[in-house]
């Protein structure tokens, strides 16, 4: 199979035969230069064999790289312009019947995926990166690992272990399905349109085994959320509320799981947080 990926011109005649002007509220910046696309799909290390799930394909432009190497793609696209048009533009471009799917939905929304995926590509929308990531962390327990491409400031944020100034809640909580890692920059010129923020790429793996159950994630997370909430707190201050109501109850907690009391949030890993949650 010969796919041709779409340049600038492309792109931007594409845009206006569906008279779509990129919009900040859905996170629209197209990427129109082939290298990058296949630049994160080769940081991705996609099989030909493999089911890869795309977030906001938009014009196709990573749909297409992706589905050049024979991989097939089901891409989740809430623009419905944009995924009606998505079948017709690969069929054009060389890429055969089946190889790919549009999903026309909210990807923050979405419980079910055709073909079970393994594996997750994507240009993420800016404003809910971080949502619509453990959202199909959480709900897609079928993908083992990914490249994501996001704000500059988020994927560093994703990276980050303890101790980090950068380290937070997504961290924390991206560190419970498995490992990040940086994965390369992006420059802001392949966009359209060009945004005024850097972009980097992170990929990930998941661990082979979950880290709790169910239950004990959402406890989990609670206890980040409330950890972070209030960050320049010691934790038997920041947890009082999630943890028994008082300062002493969340210190005797604390103690149980085996974490200094006067810590603050940022110094505790996800395993930290995690026996907290189970001494609670
Ligand atoms: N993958 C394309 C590329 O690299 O050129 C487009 C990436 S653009 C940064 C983000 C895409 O996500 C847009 O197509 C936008 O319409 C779509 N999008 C925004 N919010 C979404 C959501 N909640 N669910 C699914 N797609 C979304």
């Not at 990573?62 to 017709?88: K, Y």
């Not at 101790?163 to 419970?176: E, H, N, R």
């Amino acid at each position: 199979m010969t796919v041709s990926l779409l340049g600038a011109a492309e792109i931007r005649r594409l845009a206006a035969e569906l008279d779509v002007t990129p919009t900040k509220k859905l996170g629209q910046n197209f990427v129109v230069d082939a290298n990058t696309v296949r630049k994160i799909v080769t940081a991705a290390r996609v099989q030909p064999d493999e089911r890869v799930v795309e977030i906001g394909p938009g014009l196709g432009s990573l749909t297409l790289a992706i589905l050049e190497t024979g991989a097939s793609v089901t891409a989740v696209e809430i623009d419905h312009r944009l995924a009606a048009r998505l079948p017709e533009t690969a069929r054009e471009r060389g890429v055969l019947e089946g190889a790919l799917t549009v999903v026309d939905a909210d990807a923050l929304r979405v419980t079910e995926l055709p073909g079970d995926p393994t594996v997750l590509v994507a240009n993420l929308p800016y404003n809910v990166s971080v949502p619509v990531l453990l959202h199909f962390l959480e709900t897609f327990d079928t993908i083992r690992r990914g490249v994501v491409m996001v704000q500059a400031e988020v994927a560093e944020r994703l990276a980050a272990g303890p101790g980090s100034k950068v380290y937070g809640s997504p961290s924390v909580k991206a560190a419970w399905y498995g490992s990040f890692a940086l994965a390369g920059t992006v420059s802001r010129q392949v966009f359209w349109p060009v945004p005024n923020v850097d972009s980097l790429l992170v990929g990930f793996h998941r661990d082979e085994q979950p880290r709790g159950t169910e239950e004990e994630r959402r406890a989990t997370f609670e206890i980040i959320d409330a950890a972070f909430g209030q960050r320049r707190k010691m934790l038997r201050q920041a947890l009082s509320n999630v943890l028994g109501g008082s300062a002493a109850a969340a210190s005797e907690v604390l103690e149980r799981a085996g974490v200094d009391p006067t810590a603050r949030g940022e110094a505790l890993t996800v395993e930290d947080y995690l026996r907290i949650a189970r001494a609670r």
